[in-house]
């Protein structure tokens, strides 16, 4: 049988590690990515169940471990700075993972680490993405946004929370996937390296009915375990 040609929409999480599995399974691959580059940006995911079990599937576990945060688990406390409930990680291997996993890590650094495993055996495309395409009974004829046109036997929407394709998949009478909740969040990040008698515990206070602050964890510029 001919080599199946795939074309994954989205360099993100998802498209990077499907690439890596379709790879395996000897497909030819290409990735389309939107943005001008990797988008290796983003805070901290925590893989949890099947993530783990996927992550040690593909042998990545040292490599990943290699570049997890060192979170140690995640606090509670009152107006006044004072701890009211502390969660810490659960690092014995059994049992559920708690709100800090044993499986720490920089969206980025996941997104990247998948990247680079996968980069010298598919193709990935930067600053592109699908216009259209239009399916036959044997393949799919994709329209780029460059303007030029190829086919593949699959292709799949790997483009995230707001995904264009499945939007393109479904039809327009599709119901809005987005379920606004009311609440807004605004995240950034503030390079500091730990001080004396501080851990690496992400700190949370809660103001019902009006606002949560977190600080995910003091980052520190000398690297992790310090
Ligand atoms: C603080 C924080 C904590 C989080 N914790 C967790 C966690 O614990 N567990 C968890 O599972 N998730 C967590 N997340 C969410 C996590 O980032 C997402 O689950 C994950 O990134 C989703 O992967 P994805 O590949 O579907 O989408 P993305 O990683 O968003 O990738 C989509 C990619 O497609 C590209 N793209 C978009 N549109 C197009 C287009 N039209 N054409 C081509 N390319 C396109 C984008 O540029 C992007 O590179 C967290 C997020 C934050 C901010
Ligand atoms: C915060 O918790 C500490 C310790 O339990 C307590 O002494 C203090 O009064 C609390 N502060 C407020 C504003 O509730
Ligand atoms: C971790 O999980 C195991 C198994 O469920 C449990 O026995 C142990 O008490 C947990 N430890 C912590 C620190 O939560």
């Known amino acids: 049988m001919a080599q199946l040609k795939v074309l994954i929409c989205g360099g993100g999480i998802a498209g990077n590690a499907l690439a890596f599995w379709l790879l395996k399974l000897g497909y030819g691959v290409t990735v389309v990515e939107r943005w001008p580059d990797l988008r290796a940006t983003g805070l901290q995911v925590d893989l949890r169940g099947f993530g783990v079990m996927v992550l040690k599937r593909?042998?990545?576990?040292?490599?990943?471990?290699?570049?997890?945060?060192p979170e140690q688990g995640l606090e509670f406390i009152n107006s006044s700075g004072k701890?009211?409930?502390?969660?810490?990680?659960?690092?014995?291997?059994?049992?559920?993972?708690?709100?800090?996993?044993?499986y720490e890590i920089m969206r980025g650094d996941l997104c990247r680490l998948l990247y680079d495993v996968t980069k010298d055996r598919v193709k990935y495309v930067f600053g592109m993405t699908?216009?259209?395409?239009?399916?036959?009974?044997?393949?799919?004829?994709?329209?780029?946004?460059?303007?030029?046109?190829?086919?593949?036997?699959?292709?799949?929407?790997?483009?995230?929370?707001?995904?264009?394709?499945?939007?393109?998949?479904?039809?327009?009478?599709?119901?809005?996937?987005?379920?606004?909740?009311?609440?807004?969040?605004?995240?950034?990040?503030?390079?500091?390296?730990?001080?004396?008698?501080?851990?690496?515990?992400?700190?949370?206070?809660?103001?019902?009915?009006?606002?949560?602050?977190?600080?995910?964890?003091?980052?520190?510029l000398e690297g992790n375990g310090k």
């Open 130 to 220: 699908v216009e259209s395409f239009e399916e036959s009974d044997s393949s799919i004829e994709v329209l780029f946004s460059n303007g030029k046109k190829d086919r593949f036997d699959l292709l799949v929407g790997a483009d995230g929370q707001g995904s264009r394709i499945r939007r393109l998949m479904l039809g327009p009478d599709t119901p809005d996937t987005f379920h606004f909740l009311g609440v807004y969040t605004g995240y950034f990040t503030i390079p500091q390296p730990i001080r004396e008698g501080e851990q690496y515990i992400s700190t949370n206070y809660i103001a019902p009915g009006k606002r949560m602050g977190q600080c995910l964890l003091p980052i520190a």
């Open 83 to 102: 701890q009211k409930a502390y969660f810490p990680a659960n690092r014995t291997g059994e049992g559920l993972q708690s709100f800090t996993t044993d």
């Open 58 to 69: 593909m042998g990545l576990e040292q490599a990943f471990r290699a570049r997890s945060v």
